[in-house]
């Protein structure tokens, strides 16, 4: 039993004081812990309320319904009145209808373009004419195609020898023009042609090596692909020239986005490369180039001694150029 507070001494009052004391600051800590827990409670419990309310309309409301805000939110200081807002309806109904009146007449369809070559083909009366005269025609035009047709360039180049067997001169041959790509059976027209299905209309090698398959020309895939990378070299001039002029103004406008890169190393794997673009606003000219990383290596290469203005998205990479 404890001893009564009359018989303890000083340093057990002290003691005892400690201990109720520390047992008041426990309570409350945990009665504040309390009051913790349940403001939480209630606080995820009003945002319940609200999702059910917010999935009830959006459920069971009609359309004008469905995304209207919470209706005990008071209205914005910049928010227009209901007069204001008939007032406004109004002007623009009024400009739709003059809008629409003021819309010119269907003229029908669009001529063919002038600079089409054009093949005509006269249809005259069936029967006998000779008691009729031709008081006027009517004219239909069509749009057709002529596909493509694939040749052999054939060059003959002829040998000369001097009649003098005894002559110092030696035997002549003309001159062999240069080739799009040397010893190689492509001519310009046609690697010309192969890259602008690859590059701008996205057609792979493989299908227009179908393409060749079925106008019965044996030509394979990795033929085609060294094709590409040849010609694709004999651009670079142009390319580095494009590099040198996009930079020239003073002013451009960088971005980078993704793009799906098949991985030679590895069959059948991708791996994400980036196209960092350049548009030069001032000239409307852009530049597209490959990089395998979005670190600072990649606009780096393009941006070296550049001097000006350069827009971005706010990038760090960009701003370290």
């Known amino acids: 039993m404890s001893k009564p507070l009359d018989q303890l001494t000083k340093a057990e009052l002290l003691a005892l004081l400690q201990k109720s004391e520390q047992q008041v600051a426990d309570r409350e800590r945990v009665i504040a812990e309390k009051e913790r827990i349940l403001a ?3 606080a995820y419990e009003k945002q319940l309320l609200a999702l059910i309310e917010k999935f009830k309309r959006m459920a069971f409301a009609q359309k004008r319904e469905r995304f209207e805000g919470n209706k005990d939110q008071l209205d914005l200081l ?5 007069e204001q807002e008939q007032q406004q309806q109004e002007g623009f109904s009024r400009k739709v209808e003059y809008i629409r009146k003021k819309r010119p007449a269907h003229t029908g369809r669009q001529p063919l373009p002038d ?4 093949e005509e083909i006269e249809i005259h009366p069936e029967g006998d004419l000779s008691g009729m005269e031709c008081i006027g025609k009517e004219v239909t035009e069509e749009l057709d195609y002529i596909p493509a047709q694939y040749i052999r360039r054939r060059y003959i180049r002829y040998k000369y020898a001097p009649k003098d067997r005894y002559s110092s001169a030696g ?12 010893k190689g059976i492509p001519g310009y027209g046609l690697l010309t042609d192969i890259i602008t299905r690859k590059y701008l209309e996205h057609m792979p090698l493989y299908r227009q090596a179908q393409r060749f398959k079925r106008e019965k020309i044996p030509i394979a895939p990795t033929t085609l692909e060294g094709w590409v990378k040849q010609g694709l070299e004999k651009l670079e001039p142009l390319y580095d020239s494009l590099v040198a002029d996009t930079k020239a103004m003073g ?9 799906r890169v098949l991985d030679s190393d590895k069959k059948g794997a991708c791996h994400t490369g980036y196209y960092w673009v350049y548009h ?3 000239e409307n000219t852009v530049l597209f180039d490959y990089q395998p990383t979005r670190s600072k290596g990649g606009p780096s290469a393009i941006l070296e001694n550049f001097q000006g203005y350069l827009q971005s998205d706010g990038y760090a990479v960009c701003a370290t150029c």
């Open 251 to 259: 002013y451009l406008m960088v971005d980078e986005s993704t793009i």
């Open 115 to 118: 600079h089409l070559p054009v």
């Open 40 to 42: 939480e409670k209630e």
């Open 171 to 182: 035997v002549k041959i003309g001159l062999l023009p240069e080739r799009a790509i040397p």
């Open 78 to 82: 910049f928010e227009p009145t209901q």
């Open 280 to 282: 030069n606003p001032l």
